[in-house]
């Protein structure tokens, strides 16, 4: 029996020093299926949300990229923040509230924000508070400046998400210059299309 | 690697008992195995990443003479709405012509049997891609992926016109 506790032993111990929590996802995104295998690359990828109830959620990977962004958009809209919220706001994998909303959401402690989910109205992109565009294009230029590499910008949208929220998401985009998108989806087998 | 013990004889009565055996099996193989078997997976596993369907939209020309454009003959329209439906119909939308507009699902003999067969009719054939919107995002993806079963390599999504909306009402479809 001893080699049998010695194994279990080991394994305890791996496992204790190498898992990390995977983060808390702020909303639950049921995505549609295709037969698309293509991967979502690992690193420098920009992710909006699209949920069905027209909130468009932004995240991107890296936490430095994130403190950067955070920085340059607080900046253009004349928010402050304090080195706190700004180690927060890095740990946050993607939100989805405007930036006056912002602060207060990196104050509240994170058993409580788990609530505050529910209600994160989106990020705004109508016309005149088009703020969706800046965090991804800040995000953009700090990755760029950062690691010296192009994002991918990857759309993650409900399939229940209404087309009209989608399309605005890609004007915004497309007006800017930015026609490439990566929309993540479920595996599906490819059926034989008969010819 | 095994033992089989026997029992002495303890000397009881005269009957004759079945000498008891007793086997003792050693167990390390097996813990080798799992612990080589666990080592293997714990190196090589990688993360389910999430698959992903590209979508390039074309560059919006700023001079409307530039764009491309298309024949009335190569066109075929189809319309997603709302309730899972598609609309198609061959052409495009003019004041003049008023198409024929059909109506089909999403399952394996409704809209791509219609692309494959528009395809053996108009080899060229450029397919325009225009949600409703009523339809939702599945939709949208489920045309495009449509697009990639079919093998067919030109479509546009383009935003749907008032004269499309109209016509689906009109059709009562």
């Known amino acids: 029996m001893t080699p049998m506790v010695d194994l279990a032993f080991l394994l305890v111990t791996f496992f204790m020093l190498t898992t990390k929590f995977a983060p808390d996802e702020t909303v639950v995104v049921d995505t549609p299926s295709s037969i698309s295998d293509l991967k979502l690359p690992e690193s420098n990828v920009i992710t909006l949300t699209v949920d069905k109830r027209k909130r468009v959620f932004f995240g991107v990977d890296a936490p430095e990229t994130k403190k950067l962004a955070l920085q340059r958009v607080a900046a253009k809209y004349g928010v402050n923040f304090t080195a706190g919220q700004a180690k927060e706001f890095a740990n946050l994998p993607n939100f989805g509230v405007p930036i006056s909303q912002l602060g207060s959401l990196l104050d509240t402690p994170k058993e409580d924000r788990k609530q505050l989910n529910e209600q994160q109205p989106g990020i705004p992109m109508d016309s005149l508070n088009n703020q969706l565009i800046d965090w991804v294009l800040e995000a953009r230029k700090a990755n760029q400046a950062l690691f010296k590499k192009p994002t991918y910008i990857a759309i993650k949208g409900d399939g229940m998400a209404d087309v009209p929220t989608v399309q605005q998401v890609i004007k915004v985009l497309q007006e800017r210059d930015i026609n490439r998108f990566n929309l993540i989806t479920d595996l599906e087998n490819k059926p034989v299309a008969a010819q | ?173």
């Open chain 2, 1 to 173: 690697m095994a033992e089989i013990q026997q029992k002495a004889d303890s000397g009881g009565g005269g009957k004759k008992r079945a000498k008891k055996m007793s086997t003792k099996i050693d167990m390390t193989p097996m813990v080798d195995l799992a612990f080589l078997l666990l080592t293997f997976f714990m190196l090589t596993t990688t993360f389910a990443k999430p698959n992903v369907m590209q979508l390039t939209m074309p560059v919006k020309e700023k001079n409307e003479e530039e764009q491309t454009k298309l024949k009335e003959s190569e066109a075929f329209t189809i319309i997603m709405g709302e309730a899972n439906k598609v609309y198609y119909y061959a052409g495009m939308l003019s004041p003049e012509s008023k198409p024929e507009l059909k109506v089909t699902d999403y399952g394996p003999n409704g809209i791509r049997q219609v692309i494959l067969d528009r395809r053996r009719e108009q080899p060229k054939t450029v397919i325009l891609i225009k949600p409703d919107d009523k339809a939702v995002y599945k939709n949208m993806v489920d045309i495009l992926d449509e697009m990639n079963i079919t093998n067919q390599k030109k479509y546009a999504l383009v935003k749907i016109s008032k004269a499309d909306q109209d016509l689906i009402k009109e059709s009562g479809l």
